[in-house]
């Protein structure tokens, strides 16, 4: 069973300014249209939020920002959903991961979205250290915008990127142009637009997926906060742990 906030978050949160939605460091000023922001995240605490059944607090606001240690003791799904759905928006999401504790070998990935491969056909690793979050959107981990230390950098989509039922086309668009990443520990920026069946990610003042399109996702859904990884018995983290923070989360509909 899931624990629901006691106040829907659109029925909550109020609908703030495009002039204070620029001081978040977002304007649609220049848009036409609808100017109203929704803010998801007001800096004290998680309403508006489902906190897993079970959580045991791992899921917390600290210091104003949303933050995560891949500790959830929820027996079940351990990411933190939006209480409300939405359809088309632009998103705003600053993040960061705190640390990366486990060293590993992560492939290179091609500008198509397949690993690269030696002479041998080998797959060709990088070794570093690793975390790994993302945003799920519209309901479903298959459309998860990735937070990693991965070469090709953040903002893949990683169900429909590492689907061989996906056309060429679909699998290339979803793999990032570029790396954006800052060093880890250090703040980075998303703003997600999902129009449709088409996604851009801009990361850090950067478009790095342009018009990808996600066949079959669903017109409507939640967006989620994906918890990864975990705690060993000896107190030691799991490949790839989510170890990450949240905060100035803001979503314009469209």
């Known amino acids: 069973m899931i624990t629901l906030p006691k106040f829907s978050l659109l029925r909550r949160l109020a609908l703030v300014s495009t002039a204070a939605f620029t001081s978040a460091s977002l304007s649609f000023a220049d848009e036409a249209g609808d100017s109203e922001i929704i803010q998801l995240f007001n800096g004290e605490n998680l309403d508006g939020w ?28 351990k990411d933190l959903w939006t209480e409300d759905e939405f359809g088309d928006f632009k998103l705003r999401i600053d993040w960061r991961i705190i640390d990366a504790p486990t060293i590993e070998r992560m492939p290179v990935i091609l500008p198509d979205g397949s690993e690269k491969r030696d002479d041998d056909g080998n797959v060709v690793t990088v070794e570093g250290p690793n975390a790994d979050s993302g945003i799920y959107l519209r309901g479903s981990s298959k459309s998860q915008i990735n937070i990693w230390c991965w070469p090709v950098g953040s903002g893949e989509v990683w169900g429909y990127r590492t689907d061989p039922n996906m056309p060429p086309e679909v699998r290339a668009a979803v793999t990032p142009s570029s790396n954006e990443d800052k060093p880890v520990g250090e703040w980075n ?23 990808a399109r996600l066949p079959g996702i669903a017109e409507k859904g939640r967006i989620a906060l994906q918890h990864h990884g975990g705690v060993n018995a000896d107190g030691t983290y799991r490949p790839a742990s989510s170890l990450v923070q949240f905060r100035n989360i803001y979503l314009k509909p469209l």
Not at 51 to 74: C, F, H, L, M, T
Not at 189 to 211: A, H, S
Request: aromatic share 6%; glycine share 14%; hydrophobic share 40%.
């Open 189 to 211: 920026t998303f703003i997600i637009t999902m129009q449709g069946e088409e996604l851009t990610v801009e990361l850090n003042g950067t478009t790095v997926i342009e018009n």
């Open 50 to 77: 489902i906190i897993p059944e079970g959580d045991g607090g791992a899921w917390k606001v600290v210091d104003g920002v949303i933050d995560y240690r891949a500790q959830s003791q929820a027996p079940g799904a």
